[in-house]
């Protein structure tokens, strides 16, 4: 990892959020330099970064806030709180996020996801500049919304991006790009999209950041991993959004029968029919040499900043919590 390279903590850490600034602390002066927090059906999002922004000096970001599921103003509030909480040093990252999230869990319709974005980018331009906003878009209007507080300083929006529209979406309106759930080696295509997007559309490609968060599973090889690992994949890229991102990818083959045994509803039949190259493509596995150096390669295939998504299956909160901090430990720069 070079120095232009920031490594980052996932939030909310594997602790109680009231014990997580004292473990942030340590970990900035292990070398990390982000704290970028995700939210699924836990913590809320910006919660997590902001308990570890006050306590800390760390960059903190969200990877990502949906844009369904928060209105515009209550968005650009919440994004202008966290850029007063922590001037100069957060990003706002966001994102359309996945059917289940938006439709089963939060009764909304996922609906031209790519409009959506990019009409909240230009929106939320305009607010946290403080503007008095009218915007008439097609999937959201807002009549004469003003922040009260805006920031002083301005936080850089990142857009979350698999296939190729959210992609050139971000590099034609974001200031950063928020990569998930991909190979190494994936990292180059999906780059090449927003950088060429970025040039069409008279913007400078190489100032856009390219974020991504890095599964990592923490567990000594076993049988018992190989099979958590199986279903951390099956539980992701079964999502209607990542399968039609990961056939974009070209793994269409290889991931088939998976996806057909998925659909015949034998779940144990589709976590056998991953192919264990994949799996170790996917999610950085083994020794800790072996997963630092697997790391490395996201890095030089283009990655800024990598979130490190640690995974273990222990469930005792307890050896949960040392395992997960260890491996932060044996991660960190230095």
Known sequence: MTSAHRLALSLPLELPLGEQPAVAQEMERRGYTDAWSLEVDGTDIFVPAAVVAAATTLRVGTAIANVYTR???TLA?????????????????????????VETWNS??????????????????????GERVVFDGSTFKVDGFRLSRPPAIVPPIHVAALREGMLRAAGEVADGVCLNWLSAADV???????????????RDPEAIEITARVMVDIDEPSAAQDIAMRRHVCAYLNVPVYKQFHEWLGRGGELGGMWEAWQAGDRKAATAAIPRATIDDLIVNGTVAERRAHIERYFEAGVDTAFLSLATAERDPAPRSALMLDALREHAPR
């Open 108 to 129: 909304m319709k996922f609906h031209r996801p790519v409009t959506r974005v990019k009409e909240m980018v230009a929106f939320l331009r305009q607010a946290l500049a």
């Open 188 to 202: 180059r295509r999906s780059v090449a999209v927003v950088r060429e997007a970025a040039r069409a559309a008279g």
């Open 77 to 101: 509030m919440t994004a202008a709180t966290m850029a007063e909480l922590a001037p100069g040093r957060f990003v706002l990252g966001i994102g359309s996020g996945s059917q289940p999230v």
């Open 71 to 73: 209105g515009p103003a």
